[in-house]
């Protein structure tokens, strides 16, 4: 297997797991609260890490420290929490959050690629770029505004 092909199932992963974890979340909001809703998966979440840790006792990657700003993950990732368990349990659904959360994702990748954001090496969006957002924000429509059952 390539480099290149288990980065794609890697991500692929990733986006079925995102859409497990908005799905789990947004069923813990709707019997709860939104506060519920993130700080349940994050507790759960640092007790995984702390097992993993003491598990794998992995060695530090570098002696270096991260910048200030990394740290914000977490407060960004509790946010993200509480808005995709609160839009699952809307009209949009699942697959209308998980759209429109795409789309929000790609705008702000160009963006932060073509200002070289948080260490990122500068890449102005190609017209490939810019037609890949354009096909997500239509397909996010269309699934939103004709995807429902007439």
Do not use: C, E
Not at 57 to 70: E, Y
Not at 110 to 124: E, H, I, N, T, W
């Amino acid at each position: 297997m390539t480099t290149s092909s288990l980065s794609f199932l890697l991500a692929f992963g990733a986006g079925v797991l995102l859409s497990l974890m908005v799905l789990f979340n947004g069923t813990l909001a709707s019997f709860g609260s939104l506060l519920f809703a993130s700080w349940v998966p994050h507790a759960t979440g640092t007790l995984v890490a702390l097992i993993f840790l003491a598990l794998m006792r992995p060695q530090k990657a570098s002696a270096k420290r991260p910048p200030l700003w990394a740290y914000a993950g977490g407060i960004v990732g509790a946010f993200t929490v509480m808005a995709t368990s609160y839009t699952m349990n809307t009209a949009l659904a699942l697959s209308g959050t998980i759209a429109i959360g795409l789309a929000g994702q790609m705008v702000f990748s160009l963006v932060a690629d073509a200002r070289g954001m948080f260490g990122l090496p500068q890449k102005l969006p190609s017209l490939r770029d810019w037609t890949a957002l354009a096909l997500i924000v239509a397909g996010s429509l269309i699934l939103i505004f004709f995807g429902g059952v007439a």
